[in-house]
């Protein structure tokens, strides 16, 4: 399997429940990001991780914890979400160099819907 | 900071006719910067690029021209067709600023062409 993949494509969960959205890229880059696409809303990047550590965190809610056991792999784990939290949740990788500019491959991504 | 700013959609068209959609940027550096489009239930995928000014990008009848002195990246498409309706996203990575790590993103504009 090649790209980026991400499970599940649709999630429909309860305020209390908790839940894990996975992001495993073929492409052997070392950069991985979380971002949350709301209707109406530009795109916002949530988490950044290189080299499996993270990087960047924009003010996102604890009830959202990423985890990055290695460079392939992303999870976002969620807990007790609200349901303005519903949006679709977009995995993206890449290769990160200081003298390259930075082409993204993105994931089909989660449909999330907190009822 | 960096800023990208699209036109706002949708931006319905019959077929063949001629697209553009306006992008303006603001960044401190020297960005290279790119045109993603998301079909509809799909992830972004890079549509084309350009690393330095006058550079055009180019893709599947695309295309985008650096223009560092009005700081501008228009897309344009001489004949759209239907399968073209998506949403299409400007962005930039400022190599100066975050090591090329980040992209920002437009808010997005969505095309829509009708038969």
């Known amino acids: 399997e090649t790209g980026v993949t991400q499970t599940p494509r649709h999630l429909v969960m309860g305020m209390t429940n908790k839940k894990s959205l996975k992001c495993e890229q073929h492409?052997?880059?070392?950069?991985m990001y979380w971002y949350k696409q709301s209707a109406k809303k530009p795109l916002e990047l949530m988490f950044v991780?290189?080299?499996?550590?993270?990087?960047e965190n924009n003010s996102v809610p604890s009830r959202f914890s990423p985890e990055c056991p290695n460079s392939s792999h992303l999870f976002l784990h969620l807990h007790t979400l609200q349901p303005e939290d519903s949006a679709l949740y977009l995995c993206?990788?890449?290769?990160?160099?200081?003298?390259?500019?930075?082409?993204?491959?993105f994931g089909p991504g989660t449909r999330l819907t907190v009822l | 900071g960096d800023s990208v700013t699209q036109m706002e959609g949708p931006v319905t068209l019959s077929e063949e006719a001629f697209l553009t959609i306006n992008c303006t940027y603001t960044a401190t550096g020297y960005p290279s910067l790119f045109w993603y489009v998301q079909y509809p239930g799909e992830g972004l995928q890079l549509l084309l690029k350009?690393?330095?000014?006058?550079d055009k990008g180019s893709n599947k009848g695309f295309e985008a021209t650096y223009r560092k002195e009005t700081t501008s990246f228009h897309l344009e498409k001489g004949s759209v067709q239907v399968s073209d309706s998506a949403v299409y996203f400007c962005?930039?990575?400022?190599?100066?600023?975050?090591?090329?790590?980040?992209?920002?993103f437009g808010g997005g504009t969505r095309l829509m062409v009708k038969p």
């Open positions: 993206a990788s890449s290769h990160e160099g200081h003298l390259s500019y930075n082409e993204q491959f």
């Open positions: 350009a690393t330095k000014a006058d």
């Open positions: 962005a930039l990575s400022d190599l100066e600023n975050n090591a090329g790590n980040m992209l920002t």
């Open positions: 492409l052997g880059h070392n950069a």
């Open positions: 991780y290189n080299f499996k550590e993270q990087t």
